[in-house]
């Protein structure tokens, strides 16, 4: 049968049951896809919902706790410890631009037979860091000052009291004569000055000179001290 055969009551109805089927057709395209999804989502929120349920949160053990606290207040005492530690070690600091101790020093010197054949700032080098600078294609490496840096042990005491370092202070170094004994009494006299004063390095060698019978050997000795 023909569409022209069809009046026009038919006609119409055919037109919407043509509609009907394809926007049918086109809904069930995208619903189905759709459908899946959803179906996904809900496994997985279930799948979800039943790992949460079966989890176990461990309680927190009151030893746990208490054990906390113990390692706090133990630190806490260390921290205490230094602190006090480092306020007396620096209450026996003379300021760096001290011209008094370095009087002190001398008059030591004097006063235990030593004779000082020179007596001058020791100029450390500063500590540096390496830095590595990019310019385009160019890449430069510099040596750049640092502040407050700590050195390990093996940089020795004179890297670790240079500028630059945590710990860094005027340092003299000293060109000495006498004997033995006039040097030990020197080194002992140094510990009963007011302000701390460190041997960072020393040097000791015999003096070309033989002595007089039942005189000491004179020695000649080179000494860095930290102010």
């Known amino acids: 049968m023909k569409l022209r055969e069809l009046n026009k009551r038919e006609r119409i109805l055919a037109i919407a049951i043509v509609i009907v089927i394809v926007v049918g057709?086109?809904?069930?395209?995208?619903?189905?896809?759709?459908?899946?999804?959803?179906?996904?989502?809900?496994?997985q929120v279930l799948?979800?919902?039943s790992r949460i349920a079966e989890l176990e949160i461990p309680e927190e053990s009151d030893e746990v706790i208490e054990d906390i606290l113990d390692q706090l207040d133990d630190q806490e005492a260390e921290v205490a410890a230094l602190q006090e530690s480092s306020a007396t070690i620096e209450s026996r600091l003379a300021s760096?631009?001290?011209?008094?101790?370095?009087?002190?020093?001398?008059?030591?010197a004097l006063e235990t037979g030593i004779r000082i054949r020179s007596n001058e700032t020791f100029q450390a080098s500063p500590v540096?860091?390496?830095?590595?600078?990019?310019?385009?294609?160019?890449?430069?490496?510099?040596?750049?000052?640092t502040q407050d840096v700590i050195l390990p042990a093996t940089a020795g005491w004179i890297a670790r009291m240079s500028?630059?370092?945590?710990?860094a202070?005027?340092?003299?170094?000293?060109?000495?004569?006498?004997?033995?004994?006039?040097?030990?009494r020197f080194?002992?006299?140094?510990?009963g000055l007011p302000w701390q004063v460190s041997v960072l390095r020393m040097n000791i060698?015999?003096?070309?000179?033989?002595?007089?019978?039942?005189?000491?050997?004179?020695?000649?000795?080179?000494?860095?001290?930290?102010?």
Do not use: C, F, W
Request: charged residues 20%; hydrophobic residues 30%.
């Open 25 to 43: 057709g086109y809904g069930l395209i995208r619903y189905q896809p759709a459908k899946t999804n959803i179906e996904s989502l809900q496994k």
């Open 47 to 49: 799948a979800t919902q």
């Open 96 to 108: 760096r631009d001290s011209q008094q101790l370095r009087v002190m020093i001398s008059s030591l």
């Open 128 to 145: 540096t860091q390496i830095v590595q600078t990019t310019r385009g294609n160019n890449r430069k490496t510099t040596a750049q000052p």
């Open 163 to 167: 500028p630059g370092s945590m710990y």
């Open 169 to 184: 202070r005027p340092l003299q170094k000293l060109q000495l004569e006498g004997s033995y004994e006039s040097l030990r």
């Open 187 to 191: 080194l002992h006299g140094l510990d």
């Open 205 to 227: 060698t015999k003096l070309p000179v033989s002595p007089l019978r039942g005189m000491p050997q004179p020695l000649s000795i080179d000494v860095i001290l930290a102010l």
